[in-house]
């Protein structure tokens, strides 16, 4: 008998069945399609001792030490800092796209409430948003998605902003 079914073992739902049943006392049963809880983070090691990640490489940022020590209680942290460059018109520059990198590509010295200002400066109006490159375009412009958000897209997910759903 329990007191909770829980269907999905990723992230929220293993979350979830732990506070139920450490920090509630219930009983709880937590089922998923997959043999292993995580969801798209599980890690396993392959026959030779390798670090496999099943569904790709996954990064966890978060600025809150309460979140941080809870799920440090499940895990073993390992130093990382994500520094991913994007060859842009002969420059190695930061992407996902920050103060560091507009500053660069275009010889500004932005604040941050500058920059705000400048993508608000080249995003375009889009009367009906159906598409990713349309979310982009609106926020940033069209110079930074081309420069930026295209190529990536397609190397990626083999697919373009023009021809994706934004989520």
């Known amino acids: 008998m329990f ?44 026959d030779a001792g390798v670090l496999v990640h099943r569904y790709g490489p996954h990064i966890f940022h978060t600025n809150s030490r309460e979140v941080f020590d809870y799920l440090g209680r499940f895990t073993a942290w390992r130093p990382y800092e994500h520094r991913v460059l994007a060859s842009v018109e002969g420059q190695l520059l930061p992407i996902p796209i920050n103060l560091d990198t507009v500053n660069r590509l275009y010889g500004l010295s932005l604040t941050s409430l500058e920059l705000e200002q400048f993508f608000a400066a080249r995003a375009e109006p889009v009367e009906a948003v159906r598409t990713s490159e349309d979310v982009i375009v609106s926020r940033v412009g069209r110079d930074l998605y081309t420069k930026f958000f295209r190529n990536y897209t397609r190397k990626q997910w083999a697919s373009t902003p023009a021809s994706s759903t934004p989520r």
């Open 3 to 46: 007191d909770y079914l829980i269907v999905g073992a990723g992230f929220a739902g293993s979350v979830l069945a732990e506070r139920l049943a450490a920090g509630a006392g219930k009983r709880v049963l937590l089922v998923d399609r997959r043999s292993h809880i995580g969801g798209n983070a599980y890690d396993h090691y392959d």
